[in-house]
């Protein structure tokens, strides 16, 4: 059972899909802790609801990236963790959590990848007038959304797609396909998925 953390910025609601995979069974993971930077987030209102340790932690509250990434590595520590599932965390991951969980964290991103990366790809995409978008769940490197790919789906663009419509379609999929590529990940040590 992979003891992993998931680090998130907003609603929560692939951290909520990562926590129902885990009580139906089909994610063999134990969440040890969610990692919230946002004080206001609401992921943190649902960790509380499910039980889960939470760490709200603010990079204001610290002199540089390296201190506010050492208080949350020394929590990492305390629970054992082995693995970070980032889940909407919007925040650069820094040379201190790189060096000490290399090739042990992941990201979903919105977007096919090296297409639209950053922040706003649905919207990115949108104002682009492509077709075809989708997700990515890739490794996490010092670059922003840079890192190896895992796996990808497509999602197509409907000419009258509002960026909110194609946003609740990427999502519903983000919720299905994050377990199921973790669960890969995690129960047979691939470094990439097909879908």
């Known amino acids: 059972m992979k003891k ?4 998130a910025s907003g609603t929560g609601s692939n951290f909520q899909a ?3 995979a885990v009580k139906a069974g089909t994610l063999e993971a134990e969440i040890r802790l969610l990692v919230c930077d946002q004080p206001s987030a609401s992921v943190l209102q649902r960790a509380r609801k499910e039980e889960i340790d939470r760490l709200s932690i603010s990079p204001k509250d610290f002199p540089d990236k390296g201190a506010f990434e050492t208080e949350i590595v020394q929590q990492l520590k305390l629970r054992e963790v082995e693995f970070i599932v980032l ?5 650069l991951i820094g040379p201190t959590l790189l060096q000490e ?8 991103h919105p977007s096919l990848l ?5 922040k706003d790809a649905i919207g990115q995409a949108i104002d682009a007038g492509v077709r075809v978008s989708g ?3 890739h490794y996490v490197d010092a670059g922003m959304d840079t890192g190896p790919i895992i796996a990808q789906k497509e999602i197509r663009i409907h000419s009258d797609d509002t960026k909110d419509e194609l946003q609740k379609r990427i999502q519903q999929q983000e919720h299905v396909i994050y377990p199921e ?3 890969e990940l995690f129960t047979k040590g691939k470094k990439s998925v097909s879908l």
């Open 4 to 7: 992993i953390a998931v680090f």
């Open 181 to 183: 590529v973790l669960q």
């Open 18 to 20: 990562l926590v129902d």
């Open 135 to 137: 997700l990515t769940i």
């Open 101 to 108: 969980y290399p090739g042990a964290i992941v990201n979903i």
């Open 114 to 118: 090296p297409a639209f990366p950053g």
């Open 87 to 91: 889940a909407g965390y919007m925040r």
